[in-house]
């Protein structure tokens, strides 16, 4: 498969985006409603596929099974931006070997992400829903989705959603009767965690990223010592969100 799309080993990145197509035409007798927060917007990820391909020449590949809309987006000159999704090759055994040999894995959940967990491949989650989630991997970074109050319009901080019970559910439910909806992360979002991801990689987080992380990390440890949060991972937010949104850790 990667002779066909002429792409090479760990020299591009996955991207995935999670909608409402594949289970609705995979199991079209059952309701998925209950769980549509969980989806995203593939175009949100454009502005990090050109930062990738224009700044880092590296390539992207667009992951997933009968997804909703194709990219307009896309290239076909190097270094590409490719659609694997919507092309002749997507099949299940390419899925696993593509994901298995990229660099990085990004994505908002989804059946696909296994693959990048069994093969511990580096990740970042973005449009992360529910908001505080351990996969049973340590992967490194990501976003949550934003949890907006519908009456007054302002985020809730992460302890918050926990005294909800909002933190970790799985329907949509809950946070209708809560007044909450969740919000997407946008293409600069997205793209910032990336940075962050990169600094990560390379040791090179500031102080004020630091000071950011461990006020998040003594948030997670008390709620971990009542237990509300999964432990034994330290997967955490990226600092450049926290900055940007420090009503999460109010």
């Known amino acids: 498969i990667m002779k066909d799309l002429n792409i090479k080993r760990e020299k591009y990145i996955c991207i995935y985006s ?22 995203s917007d593939i175009d949100n990820l454009r502005t990090l596929s050109n930062f990738i391909t224009n700044e880092l020449n590296l390539e ?47 994505s908002n959940g989804g059946g696909p992400e296994s693959i990048a967990i069994a093969s511990r491949k580096k990740m970042i989650r973005i449009n992360q829903a529910p908001i505080i989630e351990e996969i049973g991997y340590q992967f490194g970074i990501y976003i949550p989705k934003l949890l907006r109050r519908i009456s007054d319009n302002k985020y809730i901080s992460i302890n918050e959603a926990i005294k909800l019970g909002i933190s970790q559910t799985y329907k ?79």
């Open 172 to 250: 949509n439910s809950d946070f209708i009767k809560n007044g909450i909806y969740c919000e997407e992360n946008t293409e600069i979002d997205i793209l910032n965690a990336f940075k962050d991801f990169i600094k990560y990689e390379e040791n090179k987080f500031n102080s004020r990223d630091i000071a950011v992380l461990n006020k998040y990390s003594n948030l997670r440890r008390k709620n971990e010592l009542k237990g509300l949060i999964l432990s034994g991972f330290s997967n955490f937010i990226a600092p450049s969100f926290l900055i940007k949104y420090p009503d999460l850790l109010n």
């Open 18 to 39: 999670r909608d409402t197509n594949y289970l609705k035409n995979k199991y079209p007798e059952f309701n998925w409603e209950y769980h549509t927060y969980r989806n």
């Open 60 to 106: 992207v590949v667009r992951i997933g099974s009968n997804p909703e809309k194709k990219l307009k987006w896309n290239r076909n000159k190097f270094p590409k931006i490719i659609d694997y999704s919507f092309s002749k090759y997507q099949n299940e055994k390419n899925d696993i070997n593509l994901i298995s040999s990229c660099w990085v894995y990004i």
